[in-house]
């Protein structure tokens, strides 16, 4: 990318590129005189475009007149279409990367507004994107370009053919079903799903669609509803390559039960209801992208940058949006609750299933597991006369009686944290090694979010950062100060002796995630920047949605039903309320219910439907709660489709297990990935016993500058700031983040319904 492309990246800070203020884009611009019309950029705001065009409403000041259109001085009137309230909308092309001028001249007077378009391969807002990168099979160029493709599919009236079957519009199949949508229009069940490239990566977006018919932003096919339903995948990780878009054809979150390693032979897939299919049946669009698949990519500024470019592209090829539901299980929650926080406008209602509130207040829990299995693995380290049964091991870990869920969830996540891991796109000989290649790729997740943590500083260098002449990605995560076993201790459930000999053999995490004897501290500006690009979800942003989560219980699977209330806690503390977010719980493993998702997508949609008619001048906030339905409430679920009742299930159906945070004294909201320190008290709890003196004074060695105090806040906690960007004019990296201008007015009018349009960007 040349000086100028890379110097037109951001309008927010552009200078050279002449781009226009907020102030100017709102009037826009031009001689402003009475008969000047509006101009509103409907695809997007006008400083995020993407791909060359852009969905434009210009509105007549008097009715009747005429109109001209010019996109950087050249005529594009003939791309308008009068609509039935005299607005002329039209996708105008042709757009270059950098500063464009659109003017709208109505008798001799006119309207301006500045149009910043990025490169469709990306980047938008994320900042530099990960090198080395290795496009699919068919690219036309080195930023994964490629043509979109169509496919058609139909559902069977034949009860026999269960399931979407191929479809060719040039021999229609015979026994294609009919569906009647939400708007009451009744259509052969066929749908259409078009698969592209944006970002560098896939998307694919599918509506009910009738072949033979055209459809566009201005003149959808009648089936469409205007609502869009995404999709996300499952985990966290990172890969180094072009992946594949989660399916738009089928969602059933209860196949993460096959995931975390359950039979679910006898739960057969018919059974489970398939909320993709009924949104499509129903008119919606639904879309996913290979970003916001979490085990893809878990970096909440690239999720949310794909999102925008794949809404900005729906909205210009399909018709604008009233409002977005985003559904996603494990980490198809985590990105839908984070990005909803980060990023808040991308989506107006949230399904998250087995939730994760983000991924790096649970890597405390992560690492902590990690500690602790190795400590109570090495017997020959414990002192004299230490023991641990199984049981006092999982009081420890904040279980019952079983450590299933430390081992499980070692297996499944801790290895994203590991740099010499494999990760899809990085050869061996790319692949970092401290000894033999230190300057090589880090497969973890925190050095793929590097531009949002930041580097280590220069003063913490280890020797294999001082070859590779930077710092690796600073770890926001800390156990200095950490009491493990705390509660153990004061409920008798353990000794003294093993609560000291624990805590001074725990030790903790070096750069490369070894074990080190010492503990583990986080490192700056990583910790602070963690909370202020919403890698640590803190809910601040998150009134501006409505949430129902599907909750079940967990025997030992790391979905812990805890993370659903720790989500709930945090709203509390950041808006003195959780009435915008609903907890459905039952008793299928993990997810609840097997109807769940498709019931609360059911339920959304009301939810949402009832908010877009309020005309009131509430905030959306405060729409969202005054306009929740009567019969919506935290619910109980049979497991098998039937509600029991209107409130939780409760502790035997879903109990709610701690972490060993929480054991040493953390709130449920777990999310002090640093705790604040308090000094050593001998009169502070520790069970009925305490210690003897000796005891006491080994605590004094192991704690020599205290220990933590969590009815504190976290240290360098703070607030999730909403569209924070991560490149300067120039395209380098901003680490940590800078806020985009404030959007100018008429900036992404068909994101959502008037209703909606007052959330943060």
């Known amino acids: 990318m040349g000086p100028f492309l890379l110097a037109c990246l951001f309008a927010a800070l552009i200078t050279a590129c002449g781009s226009s203020s907020p102030d100017k884009s709102s009037s826009g611009g031009g001689s402003g005189g009475a008969d000047a019309p509006t101009i509103k950029v409907v695809s997007n705001r006008p400083d995020l475009i993407s791909g060359g065009d852009v969905l434009l409403d210009v509105v007549p000041a008097t009715a009747g007149v005429t109109v001209t259109m010019q996109l950087n001085g050249s005529d594009v009137s003939s791309a308008f279409t009068a609509m039935d309230d005299g607005t002329l909308r039209g996708l105008v092309s042709g757009l270059t990367v950098g500063d464009n001028t659109f003017t709208a001249t109505a008798g001799g007077d006119s309207a301006s507004v500045t149009l910043v378009d990025h490169p469709n391969g990306g980047p938008v807002i994320a900042g530099p994107q ?108 990172v890969s180094y390559q072009t992946g594949t878009a989660p399916s738009v054809l089928s969602y059933q979150p209860a196949n993460v039960l096959g995931l975390a390693g359950v039979d679910v032979s006898s739960l057969p897939t018919e059974l489970i209801a398939d909320s993709a299919q009924y949104a499509l049946g129903a008119g919606f669009a639904v879309m996913s992208t290979a970003l916001d698949n979490s085990g893809h990519n878990c970096n909440v500024a690239l999720q949310a940058e794909s999102l925008i470019m794949a809404k900005e592209h729906l909205i210009e090829q399909y018709g604008t949006l009233r409002y977005t539901i985003g559904t996603g299980c494990s980490g198809g929650s985590l990105a839908l609750q984070w990005i909803a926080n980060a990023y808040p406008g991308i989506y107006q209602g949230l399904l998250p299933t087995c939730s994760f509130p983000d991924a790096w207040s649970t890597a405390t829990q992560f690492a902590d597991y990690h500690l602790l299995l190795a400590y109570f693995g090495n017997r020959s380290e414990w002192g004299s006369g230490i023991t641990w049964a199984e049981p006092k091991r999982a009081k420890v870990m904040g279980r019952v009686s079983l450590t299933l869920n430390a081992t499980v969830s070692e297996s499944a996540q801790f290895h994203v944290a590991v740099p010499t891991d494999p990760c899809t796109g990085i050869s061996d000989a790319q692949r970092y090694d401290p000894t033999t290649n230190p300057g090589g790729t880090r497969c973890t997740i925190t050095d793929a979010v590097i531009n949002l943590l930041g580097p280590r500083p220069s003063e913490l260098w280890t020797t294999m950062e001082t070859t590779a002449g930077h710092g690796f990605a600073g770890f926001p995560v800390d156990n200095v100060g950490v009491q493990y076993g705390l509660a153990a201790l004061q409920n008798g459930n353990i000794s003294a002796a093993q609560f000291l000999d624990l805590n001074e053999k725990i030790g903790g995490l070096d750069v490369d995630t070894n074990l080190t004897t010492t503990r583990t501290a986080a490192v700056e500006p990583a910790l602070a920047n963690a909370y202020r690009t919403g890698l640590i979800n803190e809910a601040n942003n998150l009134d501006q949605a409505a949430i129902i989560d599907c909750r079940g219980p967990d025997p030992g699977l790391f979905h812990d039903s805890y993370r659903a209330f720790a989500m709930r806690a945090r709203l509390d503390r950041a808006h003195g309320t959780h009435a915008n977010q609903l907890i459905w719980e039952g008793s299928l493993l993990i997810v609840g219910d097997a109807d769940c998702n498709q019931n609360s997508l059911i ?55 701690g972490t060993p945070r929480t054991v040493a004294g953390d709130a449920i909201s777990t999310d002090t990935n640093k705790c604040q320190l308090k000094p050593l008290n001998r009169d502070d709890d520790y069970g009925a016993a305490g210690f003897t003196d000796d005891q006491w004074a080994q605590m004094e060695a192991l704690f020599p500058d205290g220990v933590c105090d969590y009815s504190l806040p976290g240290v360098s906690q703070q607030d999730t700031i909403a569209w924070l960007h991560y490149a300067d004019s120039s395209g380098t990296v901003i680490y940590g983040g800078t806020p985009l201008a404030a959007a100018a007015a008429n900036s992404g009018t068909g994101w959502t319904s008037a209703a909606f349009s007052g959330f943060t960007w």
């Open 130 to 237: 990960l090198q080395p990168w290795t496009c699919q099979e068919g690219a036309t160029d080195a930023q994964c370009n490629q043509p979109a493709t169509y496919a058609y599919y139909y559902l069977s009236s034949n009860p026999l053919k269960t399931g979407f079957q191929s479809y060719d519009p040039d021999n229609p199949a015979s026994d294609v079903a009919d569906t009647t949508t939400d708007q009451g229009v009744t259509v052969p069940f066929i749908v259409r799903v078009e698969t592209g490239y944006q970002d560098r990566d896939q998307y694919q977006i599918a509506v009910l669609y009738q072949p033979g018919t055209g459809w566009s932003a201005v003149t959808p096919q009648t089936q469409f509803n205007h609502k869009l339903l995404i999709t996300h995948g499952a985990s966290c990780g």
């Open 603 to 657: 339920a959304m949609d009301a939810w949402l439907s009832a908010v877009e008619q309020d005309s009131n001048s509430l905030t959306l906030a405060q729409k969202i709660i005054a306009d929740k339905p009567a019969d919506l409430s935290d619910e109980c679920w049979s497991g098998a489709g039937q509600k029991l009742s209107d409130q939780l299930c409760g502790e035997l159906v879903v109990p709610v297990f």
